[in-house]
């Protein structure tokens, strides 16, 4: 049987997805899913919104604004049956964006009711197979609390460096380029699922 290794990174909640998976769905797996590492993830939702909200992280903010501004016309363009034009306008957080497109898309009452149900967090003392968080202290959108608030299961490898950012992780490492990231989680994958 091939074993299934599996890591996620922030960007659009891939890590807290991979997380979320794990603890909430774990009976539906397949079988050879044998580990995962989730580098930088938004395991409590609404303490990362309100991480962006903070004064110093507008750039971020007006980044994320931007793209999932971009994306919601792409699907208006592609469905206007299902997406009105023009929803996206005038909002100027994530949070606002999760209230008016995220929650009612997804079948949510609302952002916090979204925050909460699709927060990897508390599932985190579910998980049944190794799986590696992988944390900065200066996360900018990733509050240290909110990655240290949940207990774990025993299969849960939680390491939180000083430094990195938001996947970051600058550091000398053997693939080009300079990110330790990557090759942490790998090295995390081959000795949790050794052939």
Known sequence: MS???????????????????????????????????????????????????APGNGPYQH?????????????????????AAGRELGLRSVREYDDRITAPFGGYESAAQYYERSSAGPWLAAIDRPALVLAAQDDPMIPQASVLGWPVSATVTRQILATGGHVGFVARSQAPGWFW?????????ADAAPD
Do not use: I, K
């Open 3 to 53: 074993r299934l290794l599996v890591t996620g990174a922030s960007g659009l909640l891939g890590a807290n997805l991979v997380l979320l998976t794990l603890g909430r769905r774990r009976q539906l797996l397949p079988r050879g899913w044998a580990a995962a590492a989730a580098v930088s993830p938004p395991l409590d939702l609404a303490a990362c919104a309100a991480a962006l909200e």
């Open 63 to 83: 980044y994320f604004m931007r793209m999932l501004s971009e994306a919601y016309r792409r699907r208006h363009a592609a469905r206007p049956d299902l997406f």
């Open 181 to 189: 990231a990557p090759e942490r989680a790998l090295d995390f994958l």
